[in-house]
């Protein structure tokens, strides 16, 4: 409670510090001259704060950007250097490996789930078993799910059917039947690397490690949006998992490729049901439990990505939502950061990212607009842009370098930073307010197209 | 007029446009979910899993090391292996 105050009561001073720092440097010229005006003495002040909180924002978001591409760099420095070990290792026999149990968790994915399951029984990996959680399907899913099931000489997949409870409760039936000593938790529409499984299994020599996140990547880059998807998923998730990864602080163990010890879902109760973002839940659960979670940069999940503008925003929105809750319900850490100062950093980057980024951003654009349209000043919209462009280009071409993928998505980037940053934080800011408001909202199934 | 001010009124009226769409867009979005078919209510608002299992295991001594030395202990299975049609 004291430290809850403390921190308030920062806040409150760095707020006032700001206002009146503001409101001199912008009226100092007013209040020397004869035809002061109250208007223009608060219509300077509050531009000058407005502005001051934009310039301290675009500070905050460059130190992000520089301290992530170094931490990057320096994961990526770490990764070469350890590669003979990484190569000792994949040389294994892998009948000393332990078993892992591949959970899917399948709700109305007829198109996609065969060809997920066929890759699967692909991957480079003896000793592992497949529990396809079909969550009271409506299609064939179920009749696909048995058919490639039949197929496998091997009997690796087990089927379980169960009626509709959502994503959550399909995962925690297949960790509850599980047999591995080690669970992988993906998506109904992923496909993972062949290398995937061997890649992440060796994070758990270290006892210490209770979860392993993948890399997801965008498989269906069939038009403009995918591809702006893409170029996101590198830049905003690769990147950044990669960052955190080196500081030990991972803090969201993604859907389409989540490696667990068993014992450590048993001992944090698995998914719960009261977030949208049960990923991002579960992750925080084993941080807080004092577990450490690694990022493996090689184990990819390819994921079949909304082709569609109205779909993609179904799914941030629900992101969004779902996050904020995660951060709700978690906030008592927000404020007590004698407990874990790494697990208190976590979260503030967390409700940065969830919810200073987009309000300010989209702050940002409308401010820049105002003081082009009422004074003028169109130029600082082009500077505001540019700035961010730039940092976004950096990004870019790092993680294209780095991901070995392909360079045309550079030329995306523009439009990245201009439109689709802009749309997706719209419905990021309704999807907060409305979560505020406590709206009720549903999951919001994606329509697949198939194209895996 | 330098390049600098054409940019600017590009980016300008780029992103009045752009802004306008990302709101018409979640128009359309909330208007397409509230007119679609209502979803079977699970999870978030109402739990159908009363046969929950995984409950959450509570070490008796709240330290990293003891939590750590729990990763032979047996999941809770057999409360659900009967509920679970497998095929």
Not at chain 1, 223 to 251: C, D, K, P
Request: glycine share 6%; net charge neutral.
């Amino acid at each position: 409670m004291v430290a809850i105050v403390r921190f308030k009561f920062f806040w409150l001073i760095l707020g006032m510090s700001i206002i009146l720092t503001g409101a001199f440097i912008a009226n100092r010229a007013i209040l020397n001259a004869n035809d002061f005006s109250l208007k223009l003495f608060l219509d300077n002040t509050i531009l000058a704060v407005l502005g001051g909180y934009l310039v301290i924002f675009l500070f905050v978001l460059i130190f992000r950007y520089v301290g992530l591409l170094f931490f990057s760099l320096s994961e990526h420095f770490n990764r070469i250097l350890t590669h003979k070990e990484y190569f000792v290792t994949t040389q294994l026999d892998q009948s000393t490996l332990p078993m892992v149990s591949i959970i899917v968790p399948a709700y109305n994915e007829g198109l996609v789930i065969e060809s997920a399951l066929v890759s699967l029984l692909t991957i480079n990996y003896k000793n592992f078993e497949i529990i396809v959680v079909d969550d009271g399907s409506k299609d064939d899913t179920h009749k696909k799910i048995l058919a490639i099931a039949a197929e496998d000489p091997n009997q690796r997949i087990r089927v379980i059917k169960k009626p509709n409870g959502g994503k959550a409760s399909a995962l925690n039936y297949g960790a509850s039947a599980a047999r591995g000593e080690f669970i992988l938790n993906m998506d109904g529409d992923t496909k993972l690397s062949k290398d995937s499984l061997l890649n992440a299994i060796k994070h758990f020599d270290d006892p210490k490690v209770g979860a392993v996140a993948g890399n997801i990547k965008v498989l269906n880059r069939e038009n403009t949006l995918t591809n702006l998807q893409a170029l996101e998923y590198i830049e905003g998730l690769a990147m950044v998992r990669s960052a955190q990864g080196f500081m030990h602080m991972v803090n969201i163990v993604p859907g389409p490729f989540g490696m667990f010890r068993k014992s450590l879902l048993s001992q944090v109760g698995g998914y719960d049901y009261d977030t949208y973002a049960e990923d991002c839940d579960l992750t925080l659960k084993i941080l807080f439990s004092g577990w450490r979670i690694v990022y493996e940069p090689t184990s990819i999940a390819y994921v079949e990505s909304p082709a569609k503008l109205l779909d993609l925003l179904q799914q941030r929105y629900r992101w969004t939502r779902g996050m904020l809750q995660a951060l709700i319900k978690h906030s008592k850490h927000l404020f007590n950061p004698k407990q874990s100062k790494t697990n208190f950093f976590i979260l503030w980057y967390m409700a940065f990212e969830t919810l200073i980024w987009p309000f300010s951003s989209i702050f940002g654009t409308i401010f820049f607009i105002y003081i082009g349209l009422q004074h003028g000043l169109v130029n600082l919209l082009f500077f505001w842009w540019l700035q961010l462009t730039i940092l976004d280009v950096i990004a870019a071409l790092y993680c294209i370098l780095v991901e070995d993928e392909d360079l045309r998505l550079i030329f995306y980037v523009p439009l990245f930073r201009m439109v689709y940053c802009t749309v997706i934080d719209i419905c990021k800011v309704f999807g907060i307010i409305e979560e505020f408001l406590g709206l009720s909202m549903t999951w919001g199934k994606l329509i697949r197209i198939g194209k895996m | 007029m330098d390049i600098v001010s054409i940019f600017a009124i590009v980016i300008l009226l780029i992103s009045i446009g752009t802004l306008m769409i990302g709101v018409a867009a979640y128009i359309a979005f909330k208007v397409r979910s509230a007119r679609g078919p209502k979803p079977i209510v699970h999870g978030y608002d109402n739990p159908v899993d009363e046969l929950m299992f995984l409950k959450p295991y509570v070490p008796e001594q709240q330290n990293i090391l003891s939590l750590h030395s729990l990763n032979s202990s047996p999941m809770g299975l057999n409360k659900t292996e009967n509920n679970i049609q497998q095929t």
